[in-house]
C-alpha cells in the first residue's frame, strides 16, 4: 500500500495545502452562489461540476500519505457555524430530485438501498470542509490537511461521491431521453425494503425536469 500513496517528499507540503485549500473554498463559494438560486435552470448542471472538481481534492487526500497532526488533542475551532439555510435553499432549488436512493456500503453484502437527500448530503461536505478551513485561515495547515483527510474518508467522501452519481443520474436521465416516474413517496424517514425502494424511486418525468433545469434530451 506504501507504493500506492503518495509521500511528503513527492510534493512541497506547503504546495499541497494550498492547493488542497484553493479547491475547497472554490467548492464553498461555489455552493454558496448557487444556493442563492440566481441561475436555478443551471443548478443541477453547476452542482455537478463543482462535486467532481472536489473529489478530484479527496482523491489526492486520499492518495497521500497519513497525515499526522502537529498537536495531540485538535484545537478547538469554535462553533460551527449554522447551515440550515443553505439546506433549504438546496432543497427548494432541487425539489422534485432532491430524494434519491443509495446503497451505503457496496461492500456489505444484500445491504438495502436507502434513501437520501442531495441537499443534507451537500450541506454535510459544507460542514467538514469548513471545519478544515478554520484550522488552514488560523494558520494551522497540517491540522487542515489532518482534518480533510481524515473525514474526507469517514464522512464527506463518500457523501460527495453519492450526491455526484444522484446528479449525474438526472442529467444523463434527461440528455438519452430517458423518463422517469413521478418521486412521490420516497421518504428519507421511511425504512423501505428494496422492493419499494425501486418502485418509489426515481418518478419524475423528463418532460418536468428538463426545463427547470436547462436541458435538452438527446435526440
Known amino acids: 500500500m506504501s507504493d500506492a ?4 517528499t513527492d510534493m512541497n507540503p506547503d504546495d499541497f495545502a494550498v492547493q488542497i485549500a484553493d ?7 461555489a455552493i454558496t452562489e448557487v444556493a442563492k438560486g440566481d441561475e436555478p435552470a443551471s443548478v443541477v448542471p453547476f452542482l455537478l461540476l463543482e462535486v467532481s472538481q472536489l473529489l478530484l481534492a479527496g482523491g489526492r487526500l486520499g492518495a497521500h500519505e497519513d497525515i499526522v497532526p502537529d498537536e495531540r488533542y485538535e484545537p478547538d475551532p469554535g462553533p460551527e457555524l449554522d447551515v440550515d439555510q443553505l ?19 457496496p461492500y456489505e453484502p444484500r445491504k438495502a438501498p436507502v434513501a437520501a437527500r442531495i441537499s443534507d448530503d ?6 467538514d470542509l469548513r471545519h478544515g478551513m478554520v ?5 494551522r495547515t497540517t491540522e487542515a490537511l489532518w482534518w480533510w483527510q481524515f473525514s474526507y474518508f469517514s464522512n464527506w467522501g463518500s457523501t460527495a461521491s453519492a450526491a455526484l452519481r444522484a446528479l449525474q443520474s438526472v442529467i444523463a436521465h434527461v440528455r438519452l431521453d430517458q423518463p422517469l416516474a413521478e418521486l412521490d413517496g420516497l421518504d428519507t424517514d421511511q425504512d423501505l425494503e428494496d422492493d419499494a425502494l425501486e418502485a418509489e424511486a426515481g418518478r419524475v418525468m423528463v418532460e418536468e425536469i428538463a426545463a427547470p433545469l436547462g436541458l435538452r434530451p438527446v435526440k
Do not use: C, K
Open 122 to 127: 451537500l450541506t454535510d461536505v459544507v460542514s
Open 87 to 105: 439546506r433549504e435553499n438546496l432543497a427548494r432549488l432541487l425539489d422534485p430530485i432532491d430524494v434519491y436512493s443509495e446503497v451505503f456500503d
Open 135 to 139: 484550522h488552514y485561515r488560523a494558520g
Open 5 to 8: 500513496t503518495l509521500h511528503a
Open 23 to 29: 479547491q475547497v473554498e472554490s467548492f464553498l463559494v
